[in-house]
């Protein structure tokens, strides 16, 4: 098993940035890739960003040059970070963490919400 905790969350004006964090916990070793996805309100959950565990990025396109998506891999912990610049109020969703495991598992964080005033 995986525990997803997510941080950095919160209320912003448009233009302004955001650092989500992700810690991993657990049978962190499985991890093959990790990613951001968010979901808006009336919509559905979307991709933002993935990374594999080799560094290798994925973006949303309408992301893609304001939120670099990076991973810290250290003894026994496994982090993953969401830079969020040039915000906008369409960025305005709960954000979730997910992970991939080697054993075809999925696993999400709770969410955090992410708010954008114009």
């Known amino acids: 098993q995986v525990q997803l905790v997510e941080s950095g969350g919160g209320l912003v004006q448009a233009g302004g940035s955001l650092r989500l964090s992700c810690a991993a916990s657990?049978?962190?070793?499985?991890?093959?890739?990790m990613g951001w996805y968010r979901q808006a309100k009336g919509n559905q959950r979307e991709l933002v960003a993935t990374?594999?565990?080799?560094?290798?990025?994925?973006?949303a396109y309408s992301v893609k040059g304001r939120f670099p998506i990076s991973r810290n891999n250290a003894k026994n912990t496994e982090t993953v970070y969401l830079q969020m610049n040039s915000l906008n109020p369409e960025d305005t969703a709960v954000y979730s963490c997910?992970?991939?495991?080697?054993?075809?598992?999925?696993?999400w964080g709770q969410g955090i919400q992410v708010t954008v005033s114009s």
């Open positions: 990374i594999s565990s080799g560094g290798s990025t994925n973006y």
């Open positions: 657990g049978s962190i070793a499985s991890i093959n890739a």
């Open positions: 997910n992970a991939d495991s080697a054993y075809g598992l999925v696993f």
